[in-house]
């Protein structure tokens, strides 16, 4: 699994996350709003999923792993 | 200013108008292949002239509106209103900046912001080049995104300019909402772009509750800066051209405004061309020769071209050594074609290169025409009219010769001699004032822009139809009427002209016909401003004027229609209700008769309520000489412009009746009142006795006509007037002075400005 929730209840990428990984990433995200996202372990982003972090706007942890991502894109926090 | 400048901008002005009046037409007449060339070539030399003289912010602007006119050329651009637009903007601004150069030499410091501004405005019209790339919507500004885009990631986009001076493009992506079922990963794609200067990805319908959010639904619109070259990019979007907007975006920086080496090669070459043709003497020559030769070589070289470096330099050293720039100028026409397949051996500006050969093009043509500055002309117009005059004292001399001497032979052989020199006199003042007519449709040159606009300002629907455009004019005249003309064309479309709406409530077509006519009478050009529109109403302009308090109400009560529409050209006087900046702040109609009447012609005004208004124009074909009538009173010789005299009357004293302090007479049902022109002129001297016929010339001014006594009428002449100098030019109630054939001076009353 590439999404994960941590113990401390923080959210996790890992590795490549495909375009299935968009839908259990909104569905933690709008279970647990306040919760941050850890991306620096992600090796590289589908679009659907920058979208749900671009729309949700979480507390980022890191740097984006996905180096193409973590220059170009800064989402903003809603 | 140097005479390279000075021919600058006599030919930048000459452009501007043509391509003003081709686009025009092209708006009007739809397209024409022809058009469009002429449209495009006009913009080229502008851009190539304005190099010469170094004015490189002109240069990137035309530039820009050259790069469109080639897109409209090849097809891939529709000649909208919009492009139009945009074309004569970039026209009015480059006119601006031309005026600027004439007067100070420079172009004022906005003209680089100006330049920048109006080029974004021009490229956004371009569509990309190359057949299959993606299209940008056509006819649109710059849009909203990219300007956005720009704005935001500014620092970026100009710290990364410095790095990669090459092309900049604004990309839009918008993919579609199902992509991802398709196995499509957008932001992929511009993974891909090479040369990446600035991102920004948002969502298309920014805000929405997070849980209604689609995760499997593309809302997003990925934008971006990137360099590289088109093809790279059309590459990568080449599944998805329709979702990808690509804009070029390089004006945006300066160095990169010449992403075209090939444009940039040939322009260097091209300008050193005809920087050889203007500097054919002067000391400096065989030294420009020789730089000429080096840039022109370098140029090439640096577009790889080493065979066509090697052909100028041993051109060059050629030239140099004969002093004759023909050789390299031969040798860059070559390398011109060289460089440009499909390339004429020259393009007609007919210098030495031309060999000599005809050519067809009509800038060839057009070289065998002189540019001659019109004071010049006028010198000249001035020198025949004094002949003119001077020949009208071999009769003087004549006479005298006979009275005097009694020698009838040598009487008869000057007046024989002075045939002769009438003749060629009267042919050499013909022929001189030939030089200055010109087709009156240089004074209608303006109008069908002011038409264009004013009508989409103002919501109306007008088509304008100029009739006997060609009728040959004095250029002096031409350009007195230029400004009545505008004044008539506003009024006519303010006024006049009525709305679509209310046209067609009226039942008449929703499109106005604006008729702009001229015609020849004699001596005399007709020009008539007639508007198919909605006609003056005189009770109207009478309220207007007793509102205004031009005239007492009894007194408004006692004029006819034909003479309360005089009143329309009474200054103050205007019947728009709100006040527009279009027309309607009082002044016009005045300042049409004014100007109308400082060159001898008339002014009147036909209206029909609800079929339109024509006003006419009857001006001298030339105002070079006048007739005059040479007039006797209190002793003293006058000079009276006949076209101010209505008419000569012998007016018996029983016609004349005593009306209050005034004496009047009867002419044709109307009262006509008399005063004494030693009276209003306030000559010493007694009164003739009183005869039994009083001479009177009937004047009508403002609308009335009034008899002037005199003594007696002496001649009839055709005179040179020259305007009052010096301490008396301010002296009111003078025309001016003109010389007899006895030497005398004889003072021309401006009879009209007495009256009033």
């Known amino acids: 699994m590439t999404v994960r929730r941590q113990d401390n209840g923080a959210i996790t990428l890992d590795g490549v996350c495909g375009v299935e990984d968009a839908e259990p990433l909104l569905q933690m995200l709008l279970a647990t709003p306040e919760a941050p996202l850890d991306w620096t372990r992600c090796e590289h982003l589908h679009t659907a999923v920058v979208q749900v972090v671009l729309a949700a706007g979480p507390e980022l942890v890191g740097q984006c792993g996905d180096p193409w991502v973590g220059q170009w894109i800064t989402p903003t926090q809603r | ?756």
Request: charged fraction near 25%; include cysteine.
């Open chain 2, 1 to 756: 200013m140097n005479p390279l400048h000075e021919q600058f901008v006599a030919e930048a002005r000459e452009l501007i108008d043509q391509a003003t009046d081709d686009l025009i037409a092209l708006e009007r007449d739809g397209f024409s292949a022809e058009r469009i060339d002429r449209i495009f070539r006009a913009f080229h030399t502008l851009k190539g002239s304005a190099g010469l003289v170094e004015l490189p912010a002109m240069s990137l602007t035309l530039h820009a509106a050259e790069d469109l006119m080639a897109a409209v050329r090849a097809g891939r651009q529709q000649p909208g209103a919009g492009v139009i637009s945009r074309a004569l903007e970039c026209l009015d601004q480059v006119s601006q900046w031309v005026d600027a150069f004439d007067a100070d030499g420079v172009l004022p410091p906005s003209a680089g912001d100006e330049a920048r501004a109006m080029t974004e405005k021009l490229r956004s019209h371009l569509p990309p080049d190359g057949e299959h790339a993606p299209l940008t919507s056509p006819g649109s500004e710059l849009p909203e995104w990219a300007s956005r885009l720009i704005e935001t990631k500014r620092e970026a986009i100009l710290q990364r300019i410095g790095e990669r001076p090459e092309a900049n493009f604004a990309i839009s992506y918008e993919p579609h909402a199902g992509c991802f079922f398709d196995g499509e990963d957008p932001l992929q794609l511009l993974r891909q772009i090479p040369h990446f200067v600035a991102v920004y990805v948002e969502l298309r319908d920014d805000g929405g509750p997070l849980s209604e959010l689609d995760p499997f639904e593309c809302r997003l619109r990925l934008l971006a800066i990137a360099g590289g070259d088109r093809d790279e990019l059309s590459a990568i979007f080449r599944l998805v051209p329709d979702q990808v907007r690509i804009i070029d975006i390089r004006a945006l920086a300066v160095k990169a405004e010449e992403p075209d080496d090939a444009a940039l090669i040939q322009g260097v070459v091209e300008e050193q061309r005809q920087m050889l043709r203007v500097a054919i003497s002067g000391e400096d020559f065989v030294g420009r020769i020789g730089a000429a030769a080096r840039v022109v070589a370098n140029a090439v070289r640096h577009g790889r071209r080493e065979d066509l470096a090697d052909l100028i330099t041993r051109a060059g050293a050629a030239a140099i050594a004969q002093r004759n720039a023909t050789l390299l100028l031969t040798a860059i026409g070559e390398t011109l074609d060289a460089l440009t397949p499909g390339r004429r051996t020259d393009d007609g500006h007919g210098g030495p290169a031309a060999g000599g050969a005809p050519t067809q093009d009509p800038e060839a043509r057009a070289n065998r025409w002189l540019r001659v500055d019109q004071s010049r002309v006028d010198a000249l117009v001035n020198l025949a009219g004094e002949l003119v005059v001077l020949r009208n004292s071999f009769a003087h001399l004549a006479r005298r010769i006979e009275s005097e001497f009694g020698d009838q032979d040598l009487s008869r052989a000057v007046k024989g001699e002075q045939d002769a020199i009438d003749r060629l006199a009267d042919d050499m003042h013909a022929a001189i004032l030939q030089l200055r007519m010109v087709p009156i449709g240089q004074a209608f040159r303006p109008l069908p822009r002011l038409t264009r606009d004013l009508s989409r300002r103002l919501h109306k629907k007008v088509e304008l139809v100029t009739r006997g455009e060609t009728t040959p004019t004095d250029k002096a005249v031409v350009d007195r009427l230029l400004e009545p003309l505008i004044h008539l064309v506003r009024n006519a479309l303010d006024h006049g002209v009525e709305t679509p709406a209310e046209r067609r409530a009226a039942g008449k077509a929703e499109t106005a016909i604006l008729t702009l006519e001229a015609s020849r009478l004699g001596d005399r050009i007709v020009v008539e401003v007639r508007d198919d529109g909605r006609g003056i109403d005189p009770a109207a302009i009478g309220r207007k004027a007793g509102e205004r308090g031009l005239l007492a109400s009894d007194a408004l009560a006692a004029l006819s229609d034909d003479q309360m529409l005089e009143l329309i050209f009474f200054t103050g006087l205007s019947t728009a209700t709100q006040i527009t900046d279009v027309s309607g702040r009082g002044v016009g109609m005045d300042v049409v008769r004014t100007s109308v009447d400082q060159i001898g012609g008339r002014v009147s005004l036909t209206t029909r309520a609800g079929v339109g208004t024509t006003v006419r124009l009857d001006v001298p074909v030339n105002i070079a000489t006048s007739r005059i009538m040479v007039i006797e009173c209190a002793g003293q010789t006058f000079g009276i412009p006949m076209d101010a005299v209505a008419e000569t009357v012998r007016v018996t004293s029983d016609r004349i009746r005593q009306i209050k302090n005034n004496e009047g007479f009867v002419l044709r049902d109307r009262v006509v009142p008399i005063c004494s022109l030693a009276e209003l002129m306030n000559l010493p001297g007694q009164r003739a006795p009183a005869s039994d016929a009083r001479l009177v010339i009937v004047i009508h001014a403002g609308g009335n006509a009034t008899a002037v006594e005199i003594d007696a009428i002496r001649d009839r002449l055709d005179v040179v007037l020259k305007p009052m100098q010096g301490l008396l030019s301010n002296a009111p109630g003078y025309a001016g002075t003109a010389l007899l054939g006895d030497g005398a001076v004889l003072l021309v009353l401006d009879v009209k400005s007495i009256l009033s």
